[in-house]
């Protein structure tokens, strides 16, 4: 058995020697000459990284000499058969290191459970070490460049060190986005100067997205965790509402951290595909998913929904159902190595897919009663798809079947008194009304009531001073990690 103890020295986004070490990180890359800017970056994102995990940052640089070894090989191939072989050895190789670090113990305990189940008592071996933080999202981005080079949607990349940056890029390494090789290579061969308009537009984004992690989702946390953390002493009624909270913490959790990670990739110089676009205004399971974490479910779409409709194209409608299924099935198990993010995926996927067969006939519907330009109808189907959602991630952040059942049925059998944190209450209801606000106009009213990019300096500044009182007054700075940091 193999134990790791946690971060050497803590580098992470919400941590003060981050903030602190930032801002002469990207002073130190405007000054140093272009032509060691890739090796200073790819040090720095090493350095970081091995602060937190230096275990593990053999195991990252690692998948980038394979990521890098395979491409190459890949290019200098010319019978497609063998390519295809190599790119399929490339992507297993790849997977082996996820499947033992993620998922060995969850295959080596479901096989114990069944066998025991009738009647054979075997004890299998069990590593425990703790999961190398990242290794969802780079191995996403090596297997997605190596299929992007085969299909020759990208030029092979013959720089073995803007591989290794790709991969380890510390901006995004740690919880995403997850980014595309199309996307990250030819900026980084350039790696330009960062220009005032980067500077002054990452750190915006920086403070929105410490805003949203800190004033709101650690805000919110400390209600959600309590009850949930202590189910067995609360009622239905309270377990109702952190239930209906939750998917807001993880919300301004992920979506956070996501502009904190964009913000500072750009106050380099680097433009990073955008991860949430206000999910809970969507009027449907579908454009839910277009919304949120969008660039992983990008990549799920890409190389296994995709190809899998096109094969069972012939199928109609239910190859549509099977692609969406498998694809939701493969999302789940992403997401955590347990039944109930199994069942959390399989769950979306029969959502999609009642949606996908319905889609014909609530469009003439909407259509027949113009229902579409009844704000009254988008609110109920918002408010829907809100609850669906909310209803799913009981099984999502749960670590067992039996804590989610519990939970489930006390909603609908115990209600009570409601517990009441007043002070989180308050604070926390005029921070998530603030960001609320914030939502609201950028979806339907986004050239009203600028802020930030108000073209009067005043109302500018007064916009970033009041966000930075708010973090000053009201952020929890000791809330805890990110939510997808354990992915």
């Known amino acids: 058995m193999i134990h790791y103890h946690f971060y050497v020295f803590n580098m992470t986004f919400t941590s003060f020697e981050f903030l602190i070490f930032f801002p002469l990180i990207v002073l130190l890359y405007n000054l140093v000459p272009k032509k060691i800017r890739l090796f200073y970056i790819l040090a720095a994102s090493y350095v970081i990284y091995g602060l937190l995990q230096p ?40 997977l082996a290191s996820l499947f033992l670090f993620k998922y060995f113990n969850f295959v080596d305990e479901s096989i114990m459970s069944l066998l025991s189940s009738v009647g054979i008592n075997v004890t299998l071996p069990t590593i425990r070490w703790m999961l190398p933080l990242g290794i969802s999202y780079y191995t996403f981005m090596s297997i997605g460049y190596l299929v992007d080079l ?51 537009s990452g750190a915006k984004m920086m403070l929105w997205g410490y805003f949203m992690k800190l004033c709101v989702a650690d805000r919110l946390g400390l209600y959600v965790n309590t009850v949930f953390g202590n189910s067995d002493m609360h009622n239905g009624t309270s377990l109702a509402l952190a239930s209906l909270l939750f998917p807001l ?8 951290y996501s502009l904190i990670a964009i913000g500072s990739a750009r106050c380099i110089g680097f433009h990073i595909i955008p991860n949430f676009r206000r999910p809970f205004f969507a009027t449907s399971v579908s454009a839910f998913w277009r919304r949120w974490h969008m660039s992983l479910i990008q990549w799920l779409t890409d190389y296994i929904y995709t ?14 159902v099977g692609a969406l299924m498998v694809t939701f099935l493969a999302s789940g198990i992403w997401h955590g190595a347990s039944m109930t993010c199994i069942v959390w995926g399989i769950m979306q996927g029969v959502l999609l897919s009642i949606e996908s067969v319905m889609l014909q006939r609530r469009t003439r519907f909407e259509s027949q009663y113009r229902l579409t330009s009844k704000w009254w109808y988008t609110l109920t189907c918002i408010i829907f798809v809100y609850l669906i959602f909310a209803f799913s991630e009981i099984y999502g952040m749960s670590s067992n079947f039996t804590e989610a059942n519990k939970i489930v049925v006390k909603i609908f059998t115990q209600p009570g008194s409601l517990f009441v944190d007043s002070s989180t209450f308050l604070t926390g209801g005029l921070m998530l009304s603030i960001l609320f606000f914030k939502d609201l106009r950028d979806e339907f009213f986004p050239n009203h009531f600028r802020c930030f990019e108000n073209s009067k300096i005043v109302v500018r500044f007064a916009s970033y001073i009041f966000i930075i009182i708010c973090l000053l007054l009201f952020a929890v700075f000791d809330g805890g990690q990110f939510i997808y940091f354990q992915f």
Do not use: C
Not at 163 to 185: H, T
Not at 307 to 320: C, E, I, N, Q
């Open 55 to 94: 275990s593990y940052l053999l195991l990252l640089i690692a998948t980038s000499l394979v990521t890098y070894g395979f491409g190459m090989w890949m290019d200098k191939t010319v019978d497609d058969d063998k390519k295809h072989r190599i790119m399929q050895g490339g992507i297993v190789l790849i």
């Open 150 to 200: 085969y299909n020759e949607e990208v030029e092979v990349e013959k720089n073995p060190f803007s591989v290794a940056l790709f991969l380890s890029f510390f901006p995004i390494v740690f919880s995403g986005p997850i980014e595309r090789a199309g996307n990250m290579f030819p900026q980084i061969s350039k790696m330009n100067r960062s220009t005032p308009l980067d500077l002054t």
């Open 249 to 256: 913490q993880e919300y301004a959790d992920l979506a956070g």
């Open 307 to 320: 190809p899998m409709a096109y094969t069972l194209r012939s199928y109609k409608t239910w190859g549509v």
